[in-house]
Structures are given as C-alpha cells and as structure tokens.
T-cell receptor
C-alpha cells in the first residue's frame, strides 16, 4: 500500500518569497510517480508538477520545482516568488506505475496563505 | 481543448434518495477515475474506468457504482444516500496509461440533508 504524509496543515509566506511544502511517501514499489496539485476554493484540482521515480533530474514547471530525494522518500514542492493567487490547498499525491490503473493516493494537504 | 466537465456542479438531496453525477473527460482520453473529498477523510479513490470497463475500485460500499460509455463519458451513482455522503466528488481523466498527470474537473458538490 502507498502512503503520503504532509505534516504542515498550514503555511504562511510573504508575497515574492519562496516557500517549501513538505511531502514524504511510502511505497514498496520501484516504479511510481509523484504529483502536486493545487486546489483553490472553487474545488478544482489543478495539476502543478510531476516526478517519475526513475527521473534523474528534479522536475521544474515555471515557478514550481520538485525537490525529489529518493533515498529519503521525500518530494517537496518549492514555489518561488510567491503570488497572492498561490493561496490555496496543496496536495501531494502518488501513483504506482506498474500495471495500467490510474489510482492516486493523496496526502492530507497543506493550506498555503500568501500575505502582502 | 476542452477540459474535464462535471455536471451538476452543486446539488442537494435528502437521505434515502439517489444521485447520478456525470463526467466528460478530455477528448481522446479513455480513462476516467472518481474521487470523494470530505473534510474528515480527505481525498479517497472511488473507482476507475477504461474503455467501458472498471479496472480499479476503492473501498466504498456497493451503494457507490459507476459506468462508462463508448464515448468515454462516465457516470457515478450513489443510492440510498446517507448524511456522510455529503462531499465534493471529483472526476479525473488520463490519456496516458502509466505516466503523466491526471486532469481533474471542477467537481460536483453534493449535500445530503
């Protein structure tokens, strides 16, 4: 079974500063994918970034980067130059890549508040 | 390219009723999965359909069911509604078998009174 742990229920960051959201995972599978999603108050889950377990380089997407440390089983999200619109819930998720199923296991989320 | 479309966005039902939610995936995507989100349990996987076949199922009672049509649109049904079924129901579509992101819709927010 897979497990995702997000230990920060809430985080505050000032506008234009960088912030790191923590995520650790647990799986016995060797092939897996790690995802970060943003969920604003509207409810939609917005895909931010993806990291495959065999990817040697950390994933980056614009202001988002994923700090992947496989030995420590961590996949922290780094948001650079925070904006007010970044205020939302952030979820880390995992998907095992063996087989064809698409099931995601989610963490409990971190609520990020960006302040002026 | 249209995203994932879920209908209805909001609905209110009473205990004992049933509800059907609809999800249209991104054009060309054949996999649709459903998730339930509640404040107490977080995001939980319900089931996944691929080419009209259920290929994965979460740990939910039989009152929760779903199906997928030949055009990849999916419906989920909850019968004999309970207060605890109040939740945001999210649908996701995936065009790639084993890699890449899942694209989510805006969800259907169900309130059971």
């Amino acid at each position: 079974a897979q497990k995702i742990t997000q230990t920060q229920p809430g985080m505050f960051v000032q506008e234009k500063e960088a912030v790191t959201l923590d995520c650790t995972y647990d799986t016995s599978d060797q092939s897996y994918g790690l995802f970060w999603y943003k969920q604003p108050s509207s409810g939609e889950m917005i895909f931010l970034i993806y990291q495959g377990s065999y990817d040697e380089q950390n994933a980056t997407e614009g202001r988002y980067s994923l700090n992947f440390q496989k030995a420590r089983k961590s996949a922290n999200l780094v948001i650079s130059a925070s904006q007010l619109g970044d205020s939302a819930m952030y979820f880390c998720a995992m998907r095992v890549l063996t087989g064809t199923a698409s099931k995601l296991t989610f963490g409990t989320g971190t609520r990020l508040q960006v302040t002026l | 390219k249209a995203g994932v479309t879920q209908t209805p966005r909001y609905l209110i039902k009473t205990r004992g009723q049933q509800v059907t939610l609809s999800c249209s995936p991104i054009s060309g995507h054949r996999s649709v999965s459903w998730y339930q989100q509640t404040p107490g349990q977080g995001l939980q996987f319900l089931f996944e359909y691929f080419s009209e076949t259920q290929r994965n199922k979460g740990n939910f009672p039989g009152r929760f069911s779903g199906r997928q049509f030949s055009n990849s649109r999916s419906e989920m049904n909850v019968s004999t509604l309970e207060l605890g079924d109040s939740a945001l129901y999210l649908c996701a579509s995936n065009g790639q078998a084993n890699t890449g992101e899942l694209f989510f819709g805006e969800g259907s927010r169900l309130t059971v009174l």
